[in-house]
């Protein structure tokens, strides 16, 4: 792996700081800080080239993702792109992109980075390829924290949003990955937008969507919503419900188990925008599909797809991808360092997140290989 990896490093040492910085995010105890890899590898002397490999060389990450993803994409094997939003927390204000930031799922205030990864995945297991770095418009406008950073002049304000499509579309278009359903949660993204953007590059899109999103039903099973005034997503889901589904699947994880429940689908479409153009991918049908899980039937889950050509119950197993990242992230991707970093170099972050996410595959990929009863962080299941 590592000799197609670091190949795009013009320099055998560059190449051999890689495979030494990896090695470290796997095997240094603690937090995998630049000096205790340095520690592991060795000692003090290491520690001042390693910093300068990280946060002041000159090397393209980008060129080791795009292998990366080539490596992982056969190996995994690949069956959908899930793009993770993470908060990073951290203690001080020097960290590149840290700010104060409101977090919906902790309800509250949180000093910290926010990053967008683009996971290959599979039911078995997921590994991260791709990052985006959110830049809060006080790094953005800031000449002193851009300079300090070494921020790119192309680094502008930008969206969460408008990260993950570029990420997304960038994995097909730049990068010539192949075309894989891409699947998200959108409860606190632009969801309209996001279906545009992947749809006229041809990238399918499931998305876990927020209960209030309006929509307008275009399915003639429900006559009497079909094409009236736009609705709450769980409002057209409850309509449907005379006409759901049992339908059973497995979790991720050792322990993860069985789930069964009930799922209803809705033909719908977005509502059109101020421009009058709809806003969902040029009026491409959509798919609402209301899954609620047998022990919590008030906690049903919302999704909606434009895979119009597949049957509900068949593209049930891509939902389980988001539990398979949240799960291999919290298993895997913490231990191996993805948090840790805490340089100001911009192009430092990424170097690190590039080679934690090596790292990581590398976790997974031996674990695969490994006995079943020894295997570290998610075994693979069924769906």
């Known amino acids: 792996m590592s000799r197609s990896l670091f190949a795009s490093l013009p320099r055998a040492d560059q190449r051999k700081k890689g495979v030494e910085y990896v090695r470290g995010l796997l095997e240094a105890p603690g937090r995998k800080s630049i000096r205790n890899i340095a520690n592991l590898i060795g000692g003090r002397a290491t520690d001042q080239s390693l910093h300068h490999f990280i946060s002041e060389s000159t090397w393209d990450w980008t060129p080791v993702r795009q292998a990366l993803a080539r490596y992982l994409v056969p190996r995994l094997p690949a069956e959908a792109w899930v793009v993770h939003s993470t908060v990073i927390r951290k203690a001080g204000q020097h960290s590149v992109g840290v700010d104060r930031r409101f977090v919906p799922a902790e309800g ?3 000093n910290a980075q926010q990053a967008v990864g683009v996971w ?15 830049l809060p418009q006080a790094w953005i406008d800031d000449r002193s924290l ?13 969206t969460l949003s408008d990260r993950a499509a570029k990420l997304c579309v960038d994995m097909v278009s730049e990068w010539a990955m192949p075309v894989r359903p891409v699947v998200l949660d959108a409860c606190s993204l632009n969801a309209a937008m996001l279906f545009d953007r992947l749809g006229r590059v041809g990238i399918p899109l499931l998305a876990r969507i927020d209960p209030s999103l309006p929509l307008i039903v275009n399915d003639a099973a429900l006559t009497g919503h079909r094409g009236s005034a736009s609705m709450p997503a769980c409002e057209v889901v409850r309509a449907a419900n005379g006409s759901r589904q049992p339908v059973r699947w497995r979790l991720p994880g050792h322990g993860g188990g069985a789930r069964s429940g009930l799922l209803a689908s809705v033909t719908v479409k977005l509502p059109s925008g101020r421009t009058g153009r709809l806003r969902a991918g040029h009026g491409r049908r959509l798919t609402l599909v209301g899954l609620a899980e047998s022990r919590r039937p ?19 197993p891509l939902f389980t991808l988001l539990d398979r990242v949240e799960h291999d992230y ?17 192009d430092g972050w990424h170097r690190h997140m590039t080679l934690a996410s090596a790292a990581h595959a590398v976790a997974v990929l031996s674990s695969a290989r490994r006995p079943a009863g020894r295997r570290a962080g998610g075994a693979a299941h069924g769906t």
Do not use: M, N
């Open 108 to 110: 509250r205030v949180l």
């Open 120 to 134: 290959a995945a599979c039911g078995g297991r997921s590994s991260p390829v791709d990052w985006g770095l959110h």
């Open 146 to 158: 851009r300079s300090r950073a070494s921020i790119p002049d192309s680094a502008g304000a930008e």
């Open 298 to 316: 008030d906690g049903t889950q919302l999704w909606l797809t434009d895979l119009a050509d597949r049957q509900p119950a068949v593209v049930l």
């Open 330 to 346: 919290f298993e895997v991707a913490k231990s191996v360092g993805v948090e840790d970093y805490v340089g100001r170099s911009f």
